[in-house]
């Protein structure tokens, strides 16, 4: 599955099917995405290649480890590296025909914003679950 930022300079490909998705509801993915929380999946780096763009990228990394990549031309945010584990961060909204994939997991539903209503299905965690889980259970086959 191929994926893209808002003015097409970077684009990146996702090998195999992807995993299921995340929604973060803390306050540093509301301000990065300007919504009530941020939609994406963890993929291993095996299964992740740059196709175009990579010198059009930027990055802002916060001193707690918060990392957003974003384009320099349209300020859409981009895959990263994961910390110190060999994962991409994917932002869903880049794939342009995201069918059939479902949200697994929601982080930090104690800090959403007050007007935000989050699904019921799928895991609910109050902050965030160590990292070996999260990405185990988005690459789960098993459904919650």
Known sequence: MRGKCLCGLVEFEVLGSVPKLLQCHCSLCRKQGGSSS????????????????????????????????????CGSPVPNSLRNTPNYWIPIGLFDN????????????GSKAPWDVIASQGTHYETMPELSELISLLHSSKNT
């Open 98 to 109: 995201a069918k059939n994939l479902k949200v697994e997991v929601h982080l930090f539903v």
């Open 38 to 73: 941020n939609t994406a999946t963890f993929v291993s780096a095996d299964n992740f290649r740059w196709l175009t763009g990579q010198e059009n990228i930027s990055s802002w990394v916060k001193e707690s480890g918060f990392r957003s990549d974003f384009c320099s031309t």
